[in-house]
């Protein structure tokens, strides 16, 4: 019998390593053409992606909140549907319901936790006599780990609350999106905090982020859809409040939107971190910071006009004054409802702080095409780990 190091193999090792290189990315290519079959969504967020969670627990939204698409109020702070919404129904999901809403919720294929004006770090104050949710990202990812066991034991109790919770297994096989650490900027800006100050901050909030991302994968959670913040300085809301501050080209408070710009540089420098520490973990980062400044800058090439100014407001260059979109205002003894412009789908701003369905849609079909994702992958392809 031949020793082992006599052994003459039929192929050389370096032609071995070669096939086997051909062969794996062969495999990777075909694999890649499959899309993504998620049966279940999980949204951790702010308003960005608030399907009813602070309309259910903390402040009800009326019309013209919801008149686009609803015809009616729906709990997010828009005329219509967001994008998160409109990723629920690029897999033939049903809209999440708010894991804070009581009436009428279907968790089947998933739940969201995001509320409006909720930050990644414990916030400096909150509603209703401050100005933020009480629901910052910790509190969110709490009531996720409450929501497993229990959704679980209502399923083996059986019954027609059964039919209305996700299967255990969708929870390794859902979606977790995330759009939040607009308002953490916002926090800084809105107690006078300095530029210098708030920058200072952001390793603190994308260190909190990170943990909270590998908090959800050691329970099961793979594949991740993250977004950056937006141009929050193109905001009417920021605009009307500091009116002196410098303007960009566009007409963006210039140094506000550097903020954000910091934000993402250092969130998508954890990213890359957070592929490394989680190596079964398919992680996309995505640019909706270049989506929503393009529109903005470039509102014409989209069908857009005024994108600087709400469609539902009143008062100042910005329509967004001391009344906001909802409420009323007395002018010359006469009172005057807050409603919507003539036709939102015209406009960019909903009312002030948030965008129009018609808006939140073109930046869902920019960057579900994958053209401003890290990986470049669609986002039906989202469960696939291809960093290279």
Known sequence: MESLSTTKLPFSLPYCLVLFCITTTLLNQVQATKVCRFPAIFNFGDSNSDTGGFDASLFELTLPYGQ???????????????????????????????????LEANFTHG???????STILPP???????????????????????FIPRTQFISQQGGVFA???????????????????????????FTNKTVEQINASIPEIISAFSTNVKNIYN?????????????????????????????????????????????????????VQLRKDLPLAAITYVDVYSVKYSLISDAQKYGFEKPLVACCGYGGEYKHGDVRCGNTVTVNGTEIFVGSCENPSTR??????HYTEAANKVVFEQISSGAFSDPPLPLNKACYRNHQ
């Open 68 to 102: 686009t698409y609803f015809h009616r109020p729906a709990g997010r702070g828009s005329d219509g549907r967001l994008i998160i919404d409109f990723i629920a129904q690029s897999f033939g999901l049903p809209y999440l319901s708010a894991y804070l809403d009581s």
């Open 111 to 117: 739940a969201n936790f995001a509320a409006v004006a």
């Open 124 to 146: 400096p104050s909150v509603m209703p006599v401050g100005r933020f949710s009480p629901f910052y990202l910790d509190m969110q990812y709490s009531q996720f780990t409450r």
């Open 163 to 189: 039919s209305l919770v996700p299967k255990e297994e969708y929870f390794g096989q859902a979606l977790y999106t995330f759009d939040i650490g607009q308002n953490d900027l916002n926090a800084g800006v």
């Open 219 to 271: 329970l099961g959670g793979r594949s991740y859809w993250i977004h950056n913040t937006g141009p929050f300085g193109c905001l009417p809301d920021t605009l009307t409040k500091f009116s002196s501050i410098e303007k960009d080209a566009s007409g963006c408070a210039k140094s506000y939107n550097e903020l954000a710009q910091n934000f993402n540089h250092k969130l998508k420098e954890a990213v």
């Open 348 to 353: 960019i701003s909903w009312d002030g702080v």
